[in-house]
């Protein structure tokens, strides 16, 4: 799915292929899909404040809902209305499960490295949205490890075998994960503007 630009407008679909499509018809439904799926991932990535590649899998999910529900959808509300509904409960899940994600990397540090971190750097409120985005940016090799270790609870010898890497290369990007997240919760307190964050972001990234 291709995300359009914000404010993408639906293209209407023809009554026909609504009661086709709640009928079961899969072509029928793709061609709702291709008329609406810019405006929804328009909304979710406006809304849900991620990046372009998780708006397209949370837009993907209010299709694979609105495919299984279709069939209740009685035409009280235009059909935009009741796929942003469907989208509004996605991101409502996505960012219930953002936070849950941040709780456990706030408790692995408060277990391994408060010492280090000492009592002045214990994580606070806008810390935590920070640490949210600096998850974000973190290249797809540093976070899976550290999503799989921390929200997972899989151990190194585990990530290990499902990656296919050695356990000193797992516990090396783990590290490295940790030590760019806090250095841009760190740094990004300091960066007021968007291009100052931008830059950070690629810091990050690297």
Avoid at 54 to 63: G, H, K, M, P
């Amino acid at each position: 799915m291709t995300g359009g630009p914000p404010g993408s407008s639906a293209t209407p679909v023809s009554s026909e292929d609504l009661a086709a499509a709640a009928g079961g018809n899969e072509q029928a439904f793709m061609r709702l899909v291709r008329a609406h799926e810019q405006s929804i991932y328009a909304y979710v990535l406006r809304m849900a404040d991620c990046d372009a590649d998780t708006a397209d899998d949370i837009a993907q999910e209010v299709f694979v809902t609105a495919w299984r529900k279709l069939g209740s959808f009685r035409g009280e509300a235009a059909l935009r209305t009741w796929l942003i509904g469907i989208a509004k409960l996605k991101i409502r899940s996505y960012r219930r499960s953002l936070k849950r994600a941040v709780s456990a990397y706030r408790r692995l540090w408060h277990e391994q490295e408060s010492a280090s971190m000492g009592p002045s750097t214990v994580f606070e409120d806008d810390e935590q949205r920070l640490l949210a985005q600096g998850l974000r940016q973190l290249s797809p090799k540093l976070r899976e490890p550290l999503h799989l270790h921390v929200f997972e609870a899989m151990d190194y010898e585990t990530i290990a075998g499902l990656l296919r890497v050695p356990v000193g290369t797992v516990k090396s990007r783990i590290h490295a994960a940790r030590e760019r997240l806090r250095r841009y919760v760190a740094i990004a307190e300091t960066s007021n503007t968007r291009d100052e964050r931008a830059a950070l972001g690629e810091t990050v990234r690297s």
